[in-house]
Nanobody
Framework: VQLQASGGGLVQAGGSLRLSCAAS????????MGWFRQAPGKEREFVAA????????YSTDSVKGRFAISRDNAKNTVYLQMNSLKPEDTAVYYC????????????????????WGQGTLVTVSS
């Protein structure tokens, strides 16, 4: 499975961005999808995830009410809508795919995902 993330950029605090992650080479609808981010000097952290069916989503507390993950299985694409962005949201954002998160319910763990995109940089200015 190949994942291609896009949509990052420079935005002022309070603004919005929508990230996209297009998948190819696999059965997209069978994978849980996640978004993670990594700021300079920090470890990669969980942002949000969505089950293969799209019916259930998960997100970390710091983005609840501001970010929303969704997927379109017909387009093999997962999205991350980010609103009310803050400078602390600045990071490289990665999309990830895996079967294990759905099986074990561990959507927030980096090592539960098998496939990773290349990352897209989000910079939020104050």
């Amino acid at each position: 499975v190949q994942l291609q993330a896009s949509g990052g950029g420079l935005v002022q605090a309070g603004g919005s961005l929508r990230l996209s992650c297009a998948a190819s080479g696999g059965t997209f609808s069978s994978y849980a999808m996640g978004w993670f981010r990594q700021a300079p000097g920090k470890e990669r952290e969980f942002v949000a995830a969505i089950k293969w069916s799209g019916g259930i989503t998960y997100s970390t507390d710091s983005v609840k009410g501001r970010f929303a993950i969704s997927r379109d299985n017909a387009k093999n694409t997962v999205y991350l809508q980010m609103n009310s962005l803050k400078p602390e949201d600045t990071a490289v954002y990665y999309c990830a795919a895996g079967v294990r998160p759905s099986q074990r319910g561990l959507y927030g763990r980096v090592n539960e995902y098998d496939y990773w995109g290349q990352g897209t940089l989000v910079t939020v200015s104050s």
